[in-house]
């Protein structure tokens, strides 16, 4: 082994020292300021930076601290998502917890330390790396899940979130000490090439395997695992909500993609056949509660849960379109996300919790241009071109039938078309409905940039995605 | 001899107790707890292996393991405290405000 510390490992880390080193500050500032909103604005600064150095780091590849952790374009890409998705959270919540009155400047710290912890998970290719850098991301996260300390149903989604996520983490952290005793070395490669000089039907390597995938589809909220999610979704602070859906998620999926691509991918056969069943049964289960649904956060949620099942199709198929499916679809599912999201935080005003469908019919005569964004961000989460929706469930079915999982596909087809009907449920509150109220939207710089840029990637990704798809599989083609 | 079978053993029995701790019992300290022995049961397995690979590796990861415990054990204590503040029961099948 080489030296273990040299100076350019401290360069292929400095996004996330500098994340650290803002988030640090704005807990001493947070004491200084009156003015919590500053603190926003310093953790967007602080967001810029961290993205500027990544900029710089773009085209690396090498593997630093001794082969820990990995600085390759797949990191980096995983990367890009997370800081976009902080940064947009953070613009939504200015306003936002200005209403909720509960403007603290550890708010934005714990963001800056969640999507640290994420950047290190989606570079790790060492399982202690990757289980720091997981709970990391989950103990901030906890934290901001029950940020609205006086609202009983944020304390309750906190509690869940929280006994559910160490409760994974343990069943997690079960498998991963069965993969060291296996392979006597905690890097991915060392394990995979452990697990491939023993039978397929070895069965210490198959609960391993097992242990890992429930402690890794907990955290992607896939059935039956997901139960946490709807509740955690609901009661969190509709910022925090935001933030879960799109970065935590994203960053459980780098996760998973160097787990079963490198660490198990000599179990394949093995996984594939838990895997179609699980991916069934996220799609089909998730997407049937949100029907019913009359809280839009607890719709989305369930939405989001549906998501997670089609992404898992690109895992099943295992080839280069499908792994380049993954980053794709979790890059424009950021965007179209938050802004659907950032919609939601709009219509909380004062008096108004506005999360029941109820809350929005009638939108588009009062509020023209929030329910046409809505409209574009529903069918893009619904799939429909010319939105970037479509291209990534393309994307993922193609892989599909690529590799011969024709059922799989049909299946995932039909699941998008049962979404078309609950998202049209929204639509037709917004537009045929007779309004029940007359106040609109709420207007805030850091809302109106959010909605601009999520509506600007989710229609651009829609008519010409060919950079975005270049950007995806180039961060895949290298280590998988 | 005890051998690193049966350290094996004591850890996949400990990790069984903390999974039908976490899942049967209704107290959220007791749940807590529960959490607490599974992750204390995959200590033993990574101290048991490090010792029969005669490597520091696992002992190092076990060190990483109590601290990051210790971190969960805080942040949940504070999420019951804030929970408690609001409304007074310790029993899980009483947070029911969203139905499941």
């Known amino acids: 082994m080489a030296q273990f510390f040299q100076m350019q490992d401290l360069g292929a880390i400095t996004p996330e020292l500098e994340l650290v080193a803002f988030g640090m500050f704005l807990l001493i500032f947070d004491l200084m300021v009156q003015e919590k909103r500053r603190l926003g604005l310093i953790a967007l600064a602080g967001i810029a930076i961290s993205g500027f150095f990544l900029f710089r780091l773009r085209g690396t590849d090498f593997s630093a601290y001794g082969g820990v952790l990995a600085l390759d374009p797949f990191s980096i890409f995983f990367k890009t998502i997370f800081l976009v998705a902080a940064a947009l959270s953070v613009a939504i919540s200015l306003k936002y917890l200005d209403i909720e009155r509960e403007n603290h400047g550890e708010y934005y710290a714990l963001i800056l330390f969640s999507t640290m912890g994420m950047m290190f998970m989606a570079g790790a290719v060492d399982l202690v790396t990757l289980y720091i850098g997981l709970e990391t991301m989950a103990i901030a996260t906890y934290v901001l899940v029950g940020f609205l300390r006086s609202n009983q149903r ?8 929280f006994l559910l996520g160490a409760f994974s983490s343990g069943i997690l952290l079960y498998g991963m000490s069965l993969l060291y005793g296996l392979s006597g070395s905690t890097r991915f490669v060392d394990i995979a090439e452990a697990l491939s000089r023993r039978p397929l039907t070895d069965p210490i390597s198959l609960l391993a395997m097992i242990t890992l995938s429930a402690g890794m589809f907990f955290k992607v909220a896939a059935v039956p695992f997901h139960q ?14 935001a933030f879960m859906s799109v970065a935590v998620k994203a960053a459980s999926f780098a996760m998973m993609v160097r787990i079963f691509m490198v660490a198990i991918y000599p179990l394949r056969p093995q996984w594939v056949p838990i895997m179609a069943a699980v991916s069934v049964m996220t799609m089909t289960i998730g997407n049937i509660a949100a029907i019913t649904q009359s809280n839009v956060k607890r719709m989305l949620a369930y939405s989001s849960i549906s998501h997670a099942g089609y992404i ?13 499916a993954v980053p794709l679809y979790l890059f424009i599912y950021t965007f179209t996300n938050l802004g659907a999201w950032a919609v939601i ?8 919790i506005g999360e029941q469908i109820d809350d929005m019919a009638g939108l588009f005569f009062r509020h023209p241009a929030g329910a046409v964004l809505m409209l574009i961000f529903l069918l893009s989460l619904a799939g429909i071109p010319p939105t970037a929706g479509f291209i990534g469930k393309y994307y993922l079915f193609a892989a599909a039938i690529q590799t011969g999982h024709n059922a799989l596909a049909v299946i995932a087809v039909l699941n998008a078309a049962i979404s078309i009907y609950f998202y049209f449920r929204i639509v037709v509150s917004m537009f045929m409905r007779e309004a029940t109220e007359k106040t609109g939207l709420v207007y805030a710089p850091g809302l109106t940039m959010t909605l601009a840029i999520a509506i600007v990637f989710t229609l651009l990704i829609g ?3 060919d950079p975005f798809i270049a950007m995806a599989r180039q961060a895949v083609i290298l280590g998988f | 001899m005890v051998t690193t079978f049966h350290y094996l053993l004591l850890g996949a029995a400990l990790f069984t107790i903390g999974v039908i701790g976490v899942l ?7 749940i807590l707890m529960s959490i607490e ?4 049961a995959v200590n033993i397995n990574l101290i048991a292996f490090s010792n029969r690979l005669q490597q520091v590796t696992g002992q190092v990861f076990a060190i990483f393991v109590i601290t990051v415990a210790a971190a969960e054990a805080a942040v949940g204590l504070g ?7 609001n409304k007074e029961t310790m029993n899980i099948n009483e947070i029911d405000l969203m139905k499941w």
């Open chain 1, 463 to 465: 008519v010409y995605p």
């Open chain 2, 79 to 85: 999420i019951v405290i804030a929970m408690f503040k």
């Open chain 2, 37 to 40: 022995l599974m992750m204390n």
């Open chain 2, 24 to 30: 049967t019992r209704r107290n959220i300290m007791i």
């Open chain 1, 345 to 352: 935080v709009a219509l909380r005003r004062k008096d108004v």
């Open chain 1, 312 to 324: 898992l199709i690109g895992f099943i198929a295992g080839n280069e379109t499908g792994l380049t």
């Open chain 1, 228 to 241: 946490w999610t709807p509740d955690a979704y609901e009661g969190a602070p509709t910022s925090i909500t």
């Open chain 1, 154 to 161: 944020s304390n309750e989604a906190s509690m869940k979130y």
